[in-house]
């Protein structure tokens, strides 16, 4: 028998020891089988689609996303179910159009007999779930099943904002008690009064001093303002935030059971405060948006502000390109990008026109309804492109259709194309936003929009101070909704109409 | 024994200190009530009654402790501050004054600064506003104590306040048990 040389000796032992290493490793890394992958979303707040230069904005805004999309698969008419956070969200996680999950209101709550129905509870504790809303409103929805998640951070994680862990003493009531004692009793946010009024004063005064002063020394230690101040009070870098969830993802991959991650980033929401370095970013670019009339429920900003604004919004959306490719980055060098399904999207878009800016209100056109949608998929390397119309409540039925659940029957949404559904060319998308519309009841005023192949309706029930009760816009011949067909496509009109509400008097009251 | 016998020989009667107590309570559920009404239509359009009067409970249940720590506040300064003037008839009106002063300040502060872009200002004036504020409250406190027929009106407003223990009290406890179902493992 050969004697084993001192060279070979270390030679098996190093090989030996290397395989102890592996499977724990391969183990860490793929936990994660075909039937339980791992599921990360990553939703970038008031991200409209129409800014994205992966959707054929002028602007190079996304050079990273774009580099994401060349492997994965894109999604090229994805609207979201609300034109603000809580509804939008609310048809993502529920799978519900906003008529059934009714969390129509500006904080407002799913229906609490249908708020079972969201992923971390479809998906059940094989895997272990995480939830991340830097914006309080979703914080708030995930609240209702608090019991279901396995890892709940609050709004001011990896931020700049002093957390008062008040929530935390109520953690198995975290929805309502967000909306009693965040909203009303102590507030330490845009409030003129607390309903708690000396404890109220204290906690307001306290929150303000010690996130003044992590401001401060952040200026200081950056040199430059670049921090973002929402208007919840919660300043933050983007690049604490990106590194917290990178953090986050990483102690995920490291843990022995498959994951499920929402990360509910609040950038590039406003207020648009980009970093310095982008400030000079599209600044005489030539780029001249279309111009288009006042609406009759906008507040009459002039173009120059509107434009301005834009510049702003579009420099914040580099900077956030930038985190997320640093993100992306990371992800791909320590192999946790191939062992998941990584999505990002957004709960709405964004509008700049029309005399308005922002989102919510009771304008419905397609830069504040049109989202990203671009999913990884494990191992995925060439890129794939949908161009049917697809909703946002598609993305829990396929969720639970990738990770092997069963649908439960209340969900409107469908499986995506690519990812085990069929496109569907004929298929209405719906969105609607109805704050001035009680939760319970009748959805008797709300403006809901109705995409159907080219077409798209704008029905504005209830609000006699708008003229038209229905817009009608063919998309192919006019993107930019421009001219109402209402009075002239009137077949079309009747035909969607009918549709609609259809829809709308079947929905569950 | 001696501990007891040195605040007893301090502090004010049992009567005086319930009486404060209960125009403390007023005044602090009042507030809340009274904010809650400008928040109520917005809860109306989402939330069911059950989460309605849960809110209560949260609130309530708050209520109790600040009035509490309120009143801890004011025998504190009875034991400190004003421990030189020793007068227990005074004790009523005096403190009285100081929680209006207290919450007058406070209540102030919200309404002069309310809004995000505020935040600046409201830290900038923080420690002016309560280097004038503060001491103007005790010296009012010591002035009204010192005139006899407003000294008399704010006595007479502490004893008819107490009837809002029996209403106020009781809901705050049920609160607490309501709090502490909703939040049970």
Known sequence: MKKISRRDFLKIAGASFAGLLAPEQLFSLGKADADRPNIVILLLDAFSAKHLSLYGYPRQTTPHIDTFAGYSTVYHNHYSGGNFTTTGTASLLTGMLPWKHRAINYGGLVKPELAGINPYTLLGDEYFR?????????????????????????????????????????????????????????????????????????????????TSKKQTLAY?????????????????????????????????????????????????????????????????????????????????????????????????????????????????????????????????????????????????????????????????????????????????????????????????????????????????????????????????????????????????????????????????????????????????????????????????? | MNLRRFFAARLPGRQHVLAVYAVIVFLVYSWTLVTSFYKLPSWTFYLTIGQILSIYAYAFSLDLLESILALAGILLLDLTLFLALKNTE???????????????????????????EDVSLFLAGELTWWAVAAPLGLLLSVAASKITPLRKILDSIAERAVVFLYLYLPLSLISLVVVFIRNID
């Open chain 1, 130 to 210: 995480l939830a991340f809303s830097q914006n309080p409103w979703p914080d708030r929805l995930m609240g209702q099943y608090y019991w279901d998640v396995d890892r709940f951070l609050p709004p001011s994680a990896y931020s700049l904002a002093e957390d008062t862990q008040l929530i935390e003493m109520f953690k198995k009531d975290r929805a309502l008690a967000s909306i009693a004692v965040e909203d009303f009793l102590l507030p330490a946010q845009d409030s003129a009064s607390a309903g708690s009024l000396l404890l109220g004063y204290i906690n307001k005064s306290r929150t303000l001093n010690e």
């Open chain 1, 220 to 509: 200081i230690n950056n040199g430059v303002p670049e921090i973002m101040d929402p208007g919840y009070l919660i300043p933050y870098l983007n690049e604490n935030i990106y590194d917290g969830v990178l953090s986050e993802l990483k102690d995920l991959a490291s843990r022995k059971q498959p994951y499920f991650a929402y990360f509910h980033l609040y950038s590039p929401h406003y207020p648009y405060r980009p970093h310095n370095r982008y400030r000079s970013l599209f600044r005489d670019d030539g780029y001249a948006p279309v111009s288009k009339p006042d609406h009759p429920k906008a507040s009459g900003l002039t173009e120059q502000f509107l434009a301005g604004q834009r510049n702003l919004y579009d420099r914040q959306i580099v900077q956030v390109d930038d985190e997320f490719g640093k993100l992306i980055s990371e992800l791909d060098r320590d192999g946790i990008l191939q062992n998941c399904y990584l999505i990002l999207t957004s709960d709405h878009g964004e509008l700049f026109e029309r005399g308005f800016v922002g989102h919510g209100f009771q304008l419905m056109y397609e830069p504040v309804l049109q989202v990203p949608l671009i999913i990884h998929a494990p191992n995925q390397t060439k890129r794939r492109d949908v161009f049917s119309p697809t909703s946002n409540t598609d993305i829990l039925p396929t969720i639970l259709s990738i990770a092997g659940r069963e649908q439960p029957a209340e969900l409107d949404g469908r499986i995506l194309p690519e990812l085990g559904g069929t496109a569907d060319e004929d298929r209405p998308v719906f969105s609607m936003v109805a704050v001035d519309n009680p939760a319970f009841g009748e959805i008797k005023k709300a403006v809901v929009s109705m995409r159907k192949r080219n077409y798209k309706l704008i029905a504005y029930l209830g609000y006699d101070e708008i003229p038209d009760d229905f817009e009608l816009y063919d998309l192919d011949t006019d993107p930019h909704e421009l001219q109402n067909l209402a009075s002239k496509a009137t077949g079309v009109l009747s035909a969607m109409k009918e549709e609609l509400f259809a829809c709308l008097n079947n929905a569950d009251l």
């Open chain 2, 90 to 116: 005074e004790f009523q009106s005096r403190s009285i004054v100081v929680v209006l002063s207290a919450l007058i300040s406070s209540a102030l502060r919200f309404i002069f600064f309310p809004d995000y």
